[in-house]
C-alpha cells in the first residue's frame, strides 16, 4: 500500500502542477493581452495626434481640402449673387427707365399707357417693384458674408427679378 499511496501522492501533486501551470498561462496571456491593449491604444493616441497636427498645419497653410472646397463654394456663391443682383438692377433700371421716357422709341411706345395704367392701379405690383428695390439695396449695402446665405440671397433676387419680369409681361 505505500508505494499505492505515493503514486497516489505524485498524481495529485502532478495534476496541482499541471493546473497551475495552466492558470499561470491563463495570467501570462491575460497580462500579454492588457500589454497589446495598450501598446494598440498608445499607438491610435499618438497617430491621432500625428494627424491631428498635420490636418492643423494644412489648416494654417490653406491647403485643407474642406477649406479649399469652401472657398471655391464662397467664391462661386459670391459670383452668382453679384450676377443675381446685377439682374434685377437691370430689371428695375429698365422699368425706371421706361417711366421716365414714357417708352419712347421702344417697341413698348403705343401700349405704354395702357401698361403705365395698369402698374400704378395694382398694389400688388407697387408692392414687388417696392421689395425688389428694396433686396436690391441689401445686396448693395449688406452683402451676405456665408456662401449659405449667398446662396438663399441669390435665390431671393433671382424670385424676385423673375415675379417683376413676368409682371411686367402679363400687363403688357
Do not use: K
Not at 498635420?54 to 489648416?59: A, F
Not at 417693384?129 to 451676405?144: D, G, T, Y
Not at 446662396?151 to 402679363?170: G, N
Amino acid at each position: 500500500m505505500g508505494s499505492r499511496e505515493s503514486i497516489g501522492c505524485f498524481g495529485v501533486v502532478g495534476l496541482m502542477i499541471v493546473v497551475s501551470m495552466i492558470i499561470s498561462l491563463i495570467v501570462f496571456l491575460v497580462g500579454l493581452a492588457i500589454v497589446v491593449a495598450g501598446l494598440g491604444a498608445a499607438g491610435w493616441l499618438i497617430y491621432s495626434a500625428v494627424a491631428d497636427l498635420r490636418r492643423r498645419n494644412r489648416l494654417a497653410a490653406g491647403t485643407e481640402p474642406l477649406q479649399v472646397t469652401g472657398a471655391r463654394a464662397h467664391a462661386i456663391a459670391a459670383r452668382s449673387h453679384d450676377a443675381a443682383r446685377d439682374a434685377l438692377s437691370a430689371t428695375l433700371s429698365a422699368w425706371q427707365h421706361l417711366s421716365v421716357t414714357r417708352a419712347i422709341g421702344t417697341p413698348l411706345q403705343d401700349s405704354y399707357d395702357r401698361l403705365e395704367q395698369r402698374t400704378v392701379l395694382d398694389l400688388g405690383f407697387q408692392d414687388l417693384v417696392l421689395q425688389a428695390e428694396s433686396a436690391h439695396a441689401r445686396a448693395v449695402l449688406e452683402p451676405p458674408t456665408t456662401a449659405a446665405d449667398l446662396a438663399r440671397a441669390t435665390i431671393e433676387l433671382d424670385q424676385l427679378t423673375y415675379d417683376l419680369r413676368e409682371a411686367l409681361f402679363r400687363r403688357r
